[in-house]
């Protein structure tokens, strides 16, 4: 584990090695429980209460003011308009011995224990403006405070429960990237590989894949591959290059392979992370004007709900692995829902934005074989057991396996050109049992299988399995003798 104790500078230094990682002793060495009590009753056990704005008024001669204004939260999904309520109270005098203090009367205003509020600031006017100071009795402050809090109480009620009061509409705004209309977004079985062997297993397999994503940069740099797999299939499946995990800036080797690849002729990007997108767009936008290749998100990027869909300029996504079959269909179902019901109300908008990118007819895949990456680390495995290969920026990968507390096997690849680790499940998710009701449940859907580190005879066993389940016949006879989970499918993460 990273060293999570206030000893370690952590990764603004540096992004792995020996020193971070914890190898005998627990991952931290404790916290203070009163910051973990106060943490306790704010964010677990604590009541959930609404932040307001305090704005004290006392000015000699005339009556104290309090304001308190409630703080929309930008990150509610529901729209809710900002409320005030300002009251009154006793007249406010010239200090003859002991003036009031500023800290006082923040003191005193923010006891707002027992409400259903917490101030998040606090101001006070009028303090200053003669030499003696103001007064006002304690009681009366704390009166105040009692009435604004009451006032603010029924105008939130008022607000709540009358619907001819204005609810001010939050437009989603529609999403800045233009695909050309000549993109095929659907494939009914895509297949990634990762070496020469695990496609030459697909090539010779009755599987017939729509979509083959390859995910090392050494055979995208072989000129006749592409050409040769599209040769060799009567209808040529999408060729996809599988970017890395994770792309930096502190060498030019990441940013030069993107570029490299956008000179590729293939179809689409599996892109792994928000910068190969915000790279990739910049990119063919400065160039072409439009994007000519599809974009499709990963798993490893945010897709557990609608809005996050939504958000990301792709044009097709791939469901969590984290969620369960259950869950996808909640999901898209809001998503499709939401599409209807926002752009419905936008008809030109609409028809003029399809006309360029053909939103919001996305694509999806689910993920029904392969290992699932239960960590993708900065740091390395092997460098802290045995030494770095020194080998960075080169095209070059090791696969070491590691053993969890259960003494099971763990796969871990080290990617020493872009530097990051990839660990993977000790079993491979399969569904293949599953996939008529996946099938039946989702029409729409693309499924993908992922190779990673299976050997060639493995991945030709496969192959053979889903094509037997996806001609409606019973998988022959030692074809299904590997172990295997179905990861999420019957419950999700929580």
């Not at 106060?38 to 704005?53: A, C, F, H, M, S």
């Not at 695990?198 to 740099?221: C, E, F, T």
């Not at 040769?228 to 599988?242: H, L, W």
């Not at 869950?327 to 599409?339: Q, V, Y």
Request: charge should be neutral; proline fraction near 5%; hydrophobic fraction near 35%.
């Amino acid at each position: 584990l990273y060293m999570r104790s206030q000893i370690e500078t952590g990764y603004y230094h540096r992004h792995n090695g020996r020193e971070m990682v914890t190898l005998s002793q627990p991952g931290y060495s404790g916290s203070s429980e009163t910051l973990l009590k106060e943490i306790r009753d704010l964010y677990l056990t604590g009541k959930k209460t609404i932040p307001v704005q305090m704005t004290a008024r006392l000015i000699i001669g005339k009556p104290a003011e309090l304001i308190l204004k409630t703080v929309a939260n930008e990150h509610s999904l529901r729209a809710m308009d900002e409320v005030s309520a300002s009251v009154r109270g006793e007249e406010v005098q010239e200090a003859r011995k002991a003036p009031l203090q500023e800290e006082q009367v923040i003191r005193s205003l923010k006891k707002l224990g027992g409400t259903n509020f917490h101030c998040i600031s606090c101001t006070v006017e009028g303090l200053t403006e003669n030499r003696t100071g103001v007064f006002l009795p304690s009681a009366a402050l704390n009166e105040l405070r009692r009435r604004a809090v009451a006032s603010l109480e029924e105008k939130i009620l008022l607000q709540k429960d009358n619907p001819t009061l204005p609810v001010e509409r939050k437009e989603v705004p529609l999403p800045s990237f233009h695909a050309g209309n000549e993109i095929v977004r659907k494939a009914n079985l895509h297949v990634s590989v990762e070496s020469e062997e695990q496609l030459s297993a697909l090539m010779r397999s009755p599987l017939k894949a729509d979509r083959i994503s390859i995910g090392v940069l050494p055979l995208l740099q072989n000129p006749s591959l592409i050409q040769n797999i599209r040769s060799f299939y009567k209808e040529p499946p999408q060729i996809f290059a599988a970017l890395p995990f994770m792309t930096r800036e502190e060498t030019e080797v990441d940013l030069k392979d993107l570029d490299f690849l956008l000179q590729l002729p293939i179809d689409g990007f599996v892109i792994r992370n928000l910068e190969e997108l915000a790279y990739l767009l910049a990119k063919e936008e400065k160039e072409a004007g439009q994007r000519k290749r599809m974009l499709l998100a990963d798993a490893s990027l945010y897709c557990w709900n609608h809005r996050a869909v939504l958000a990301l300029p792709v044009d097709a996504f791939t469901l969590p692995l984290e969620l369960s079959f259950h869950d996808w269909g909640r999901m898209l179902a809001a998503l499709r829902e939401f599409e209807s019901r926002e752009f419905e109300s936008r008809e030109f908008e609409l028809r003029e934005f399809e006309r360029k990118s053909n939103f919001p007819k996305r694509s999806y895949e689910i993920p029904v074989y392969g290992n699932a990456p239960m960590m993708v680390s900065a740091n390395c495995v092997k460098k802290t057991v045995s030494g770095c290969s020194g080998r960075r920026g080169e095209c070059y990968r090791e696969r070491i396996f590691m053993k969890d507390r259960t003494d099971r096997q763990l796969p871990v690849t080290c990617e020493c050109r872009y530097c990051y680790n990839i660990i993977e499940n000790a079993l491979p998710t399969s569904l293949h049992k599953q996939l008529f009701a996946i099938r039946k449940s989702f029409p729409d859907a693309g499924l993908r299988l992922a190779f990673t580190g299976e050997r060639e005879d493995e991945c030709e066993r496969v192959c053979r399995l889903f094509h037997e389940v996806e001609s409606g016949r019973e998988p022959s006879s030692g074809e299904e003798t590997f172990a295997y989970t179905t990861g999420r499918y019957r419950k999700s993460t929580e």
